[in-house]
């Protein structure tokens, strides 16, 4: 038998018969030739010969039309919880990432960046119940690799590996998961995430109030509408769970399900709790007794006098540091943004001390808006013990830092400006070059370098001789302000005219004032 491309020829009797089809009859041809001088085909009736050429001609036909009957059915689309953003779209996201990074860099962060995959090894282990969330990639070259699940563990690695010990950083990435996506809540498989965090050992609870004072300043900042930031710590919770009774093994299993309790109701909860996860009843409705409370800084106060609660060292540990963070928030003039909630987990197996989450209120900016769920939209925390995790002495860094749910932010942006109707501007061009005659390209084009050399955004049109008109409605459409216009006579008298779109009024302009002129304007506008 051939390979692909090549004919083979037997008899079936005293027929040939094609067991490989050729790409063309050219190739059927050159067999038949070789195979003249045989004493077999000799005896192979004309008749057979032109039916083994019908046969190869079906099956050359066959193979040309397979790739476009196949093409006919394949579906053009993004996978599965990814898609793509229109400049639109990338206007409005990008507005929402400087108003971000700018608060991050108020507060003195550097930026940084690492692989948008690392190491399998260096990712397993770290979310608990969401290890299973990770895309893994196929081997390439003897390592096991897997794309980033968020930006704290590269962040934890990037410091052991590097022997930073004390570090203010943000890093806006990709990130990856493999989870069911909800594209309305703003869900996504593939989405960004904008991360702040400070590394070093400090005094208590002051990085983590400027953290809890840094979602603030941005969820204010961007006008979402009223919010709340739930706050907890892990020694806490991981005291309830002593003193009601659940195994110490069962700590991080019991607090993922005690972490789905804004998305299920207890009842659900306690179910996978008693049914999935081991745990006696009566364990389970002391813990609910506990995490249904929620409050200021009057029920850490309650807390410090539970007689079973401040039996527990871990939970007095972390009732006193809540106790001197609302201090700090106080300090800071947040603290009614904040509430001491005890049914906060955050189910991120790395946390070890404060956690917090930030959620929209129901009631929309606007009256004219419908409500929307989108779950949280900042979420953080302290997590002392990771960066040990990737120390070969075990040598820790305490850290503390929040996220910020960029892409659940801009669904609510989205429907807010699909409610009013909001335009928006895809370029920032502001000026156009114009003309009204033909054959004025490279005057365009020396008046033009001249603006972009002087760092004036500015277009032209892609033709040889555009209609004036067709120029002014581009301008029209696009939003650009000022438009400059030269013709024989703007050359011959040594002006340029410039036009405002908006008022269409025009000046003429000397050459040598035109750029000092654009940028009175654009400074005034």
Same mark, same amino acid.
């Given at each position: 038998?051939?390979?692909?491309?090549?004919?083979?020829?037997?008899?079936?009797?005293?027929?040939?018969?094609?067991?490989?089809?050729?790409?063309?009859?050219?190739?059927?041809?050159?067999? +038949?030739?070789?195979?003249?001088?045989?004493?077999?085909?000799?005896?192979?009736?004309?008749?057979?010969?032109?039916?083994?050429?019908?046969?190869?001609?079906?099956?050359?036909?066959?193979?040309?039309?397979?790739?476009?009957?196949?093409?006919?059915?394949?579906?053009?689309?993004?996978?599965?919880?990814?898609?793509?953003?229109?400049?639109?779209? *990338?206007?409005?996201?990008?507005?929402?990432?400087?108003?971000?990074?700018?608060?991050?860099?108020?507060?003195?962060?550097?930026?940084?960046?690492?692989?948008?995959?690392?190491?399998?090894? *260096?990712?397993?282990?770290?979310?608990?119940?969401?290890?299973?969330?990770?895309?893994?990639?196929?081997?390439?070259?003897?390592?096991?690799?897997?794309?980033?699940?968020?930006?704290?563990?590269?962040?934890?690695?990037?410091?052991?590996?590097?022997?930073?010990?004390?570090?203010?950083?943000?890093?806006?990435?990709?990130?990856?998961?493999?989870?069911?996506?909800?594209?309305?809540?703003?869900?996504?498989?593939?989405?960004?995430?904008?991360?702040?965090?400070?590394?070093?050992?400090?005094?208590?609870?002051?990085?983590?109030?400027?953290?809890?004072?840094?979602?603030?300043?941005?969820?204010?900042?961007?006008?979402?509408?009223?919010?709340?930031?739930?706050?907890?710590?892990?020694?806490?919770?991981?005291?309830?769970?002593?003193?009601?009774?659940?195994?110490?093994?069962?700590?991080?299993?019991?607090?993922?399900? +005690?972490?789905?309790?804004?998305?299920?109701?207890?009842?659900?909860?306690?179910?996978?709790?008693?049914?999935?996860?081991?745990?006696?009843?009566?364990?389970?409705?002391?813990?609910?007794?506990?995490?249904?409370?929620?409050?200021?800084?009057?029920?850490?106060?309650?807390?410090?006098?539970?007689?079973?609660?401040?039996?527990?060292?871990?939970?007095?540990?972390?009732?006193?540091?809540?106790?001197?963070?609302?201090?700090?928030?106080?300090?800071?003039?947040?603290?009614?943004?904040?509430?001491?909630?005890?049914?906060?987990?955050?189910?991120?197996?790395?946390?070890?001390?404060?956690?917090?989450?930030?959620?929209?209120?129901?009631?929309?900016?606007?009256?004219?808006?419908?409500?929307?769920?989108?779950?949280?939209?900042?979420?953080?925390?302290?997590?002392?013990?990771?960066?040990?995790?990737?120390?070969?002495?075990?040598?820790?860094?305490?850290?503390?830092?929040?996220?910020?749910?960029?892409?659940?932010?801009?669904?609510?942006?989205?429907?807010?400006?699909?409610?009013?109707?909001?335009?928006?501007?895809?370029?920032?061009?502001?000026?156009?070059?114009?003309?009204?005659?033909?054959?004025?390209?490279?005057?365009?084009?020396?008046?033009?370098?001249?603006?972009?050399?002087?760092?004036?955004?500015?277009?032209?049109?892609?033709?040889?001789?555009?209609?004036?008109?067709?120029?002014?409605?581009?301008?029209?459409?696009?939003?650009?302000?000022?438009?400059?216009?030269?013709?024989?006579?703007?050359?011959?008298?040594?002006?340029?005219?410039?036009?405002? +779109?908006?008022?269409?009024?025009?000046?003429?302009?000397?050459?040598?004032?035109?750029?000092?002129?654009?940028?009175?304007?654009?400074?005034?506008?």
């Amino acid at each position: 038998m051939g390979g692909p491309g090549l004919c083979c020829l037997a008899s079936s009797g005293d027929r040939p018969v094609l067991y490989a089809s050729g790409q063309s009859i050219l190739i059927a041809r050159l067999v +038949v030739h070789r195979a003249r001088d045989t004493t077999r085909l000799a005896s192979i009736e004309r008749s057979h010969i032109s039916h083994f050429f019908c046969q190869v001609a079906e099956a050359a036909l066959a193979t040309q039309l397979k790739p476009h009957q196949e093409k006919s059915n394949f579906i053009i689309k993004t996978p599965k919880g990814t898609r793509d953003l229109s400049p639109e779209q *990338m206007v409005v996201r990008e507005k929402i990432l400087d108003m971000v990074v700018s608060c991050f860099k108020r507060h003195g962060a550097k930026g940084l960046d690492t692989p948008a995959f690392e190491l399998k090894e *260096m990712l397993t282990e770290k979310y608990g119940e969401d290890s299973g969330l990770v895309y893994d990639l196929k081997d390439q070259g003897g390592e096991l690799l897997s794309l980033r699940y968020d930006l704290t563990v590269p962040f934890a690695r990037y410091l052991a590996m590097n022997k930073v010990k004390k570090m203010k950083r943000y890093h806006v990435g990709k990130v990856w998961r493999r989870e069911s996506p909800t594209i309305a809540q703003g869900r996504y498989r593939e989405f960004c995430q904008c991360d702040f965090d400070i590394a070093g050992q400090f005094d208590p609870m002051i990085p983590d109030a400027e953290c809890l004072k840094i979602v603030c300043e941005i969820l204010s900042g961007l006008q979402l509408g009223d919010f709340l930031i739930k706050v907890n710590d892990r020694r806490i919770l991981d005291g309830i769970f002593a003193v009601c009774g659940v195994p110490e093994s069962k700590f991080h299993a019991i607090c993922s399900s +005690v972490d789905k309790l804004d998305k299920m109701s207890w009842k659900d909860v306690r179910h996978e709790m008693v049914a999935k996860k081991g745990l006696a009843a009566e364990v389970a409705d002391r813990i609910w007794d506990y995490v249904q409370c929620h409050g200021g800084v009057s029920l850490v106060k309650q807390m410090f006098q539970d007689p079973r609660l401040s039996q527990n060292k871990q939970a007095l540990e972390g009732l006193g540091d809540l106790k001197l963070l609302f201090e700090y928030l106080t300090l800071f003039g947040i603290a009614e943004k904040i509430s001491f909630d005890l049914s906060l987990a955050r189910g991120l197996d790395y946390y070890t001390g404060v956690i917090y989450e930030a959620v929209l209120l129901q009631t929309p900016a606007h009256a004219e808006e419908e409500p929307l769920n989108v779950g949280s939209v900042a979420a953080g925390g302290r997590y002392d013990g990771l960066v040990g995790m990737f120390d070969p002495k075990g040598h820790n860094v305490p850290c503390v830092g929040l996220s910020i749910g960029v892409e659940r932010i801009f669904s609510i942006v989205e429907q807010r400006m699909k409610t009013f109707g909001e335009k928006i501007r895809t370029t920032e061009t502001q000026v156009f070059v114009a003309t009204p005659q033909k054959n004025f390209l490279q005057e365009r084009l020396k008046l033009i370098a001249e603006l972009w050399d002087a760092g004036i955004k500015a277009e032209l049109m892609y033709k040889n001789n555009p209609k004036l008109l067709t120029q002014l409605h581009y301008c029209e459409n696009t939003g650009i302000p000022l438009v400059v216009i030269i013709g024989e006579q703007e050359l011959k008298e040594g002006v340029i005219k410039l036009r405002s +779109v908006a008022s269409r009024e025009e000046v003429a302009i000397t050459r040598e004032n035109l750029v000092a002129e654009i940028q009175k304007r654009l400074s005034e506008s």
